[in-house]
């Protein structure tokens, strides 16, 4: 049986997946799919879920922040900043959910930070004119 390999690479690792049968993605255009032999393939995913099938005949999901995906030679290659992969779709929707919260909560505190900034600097820059 054809297969195909799947490198993943993240912000801090990289990991080699032999033998994948398929694999499933989303970019701004829509749902597609690679099977093994597929043409050359360049894209940006979607934030969201990925899924991709080993020989052993188990889905197992990719959760990620988006990413870059490249298909060529039968190797497909995805660099994203971060990812997450499990067997059991609900385990990792929840890594996901964590992971988007915790990002949105982290970008609610930079802007709260960054607005008490500007009215330090306005603040200062009132005295200095006055």
């Not at 990289?14 to 499933?24: D, G, H, N, T």
């Not at 190797?75 to 067997?87: E, K, N, P």
Request: charged content about 25%; hydrophobic content about 45%.
């Amino acid at each position: 049986m054809k297969s195909f390999t799947l490198i993943l690479r993240d912000a801090t690792s990289a990991k080699r997946i032999e033998a994948v049968l398929a694999f499933v993605g989303a970019d701004a255009s829509g749902s597609f799919g690679i099977l093994p032999g597929h043409a050359r393939f360049m894209t940006c995913l979607a934030l969201g879920l990925a899924r991709f099938r080993c020989q052993d005949g188990d889905w197992q999901y990719l959760a990620l922040p988006g990413g870059v995906l490249y298909f060529h030679d039968n190797i497909l290659s995805l660099s994203t900043r971060r990812y997450f992969i499990d067997a059991d779709y609900g385990r990792i929707t929840a890594a996901l959910t964590r992971q988007l919260l915790a990002e949105e909560e982290s970008l609610w505190e930079m802007k709260k930070s960054l607005a008490q900034l500007e009215q330090e600097v306005l603040r200062r820059l009132w005295r200095l004119g006055a």
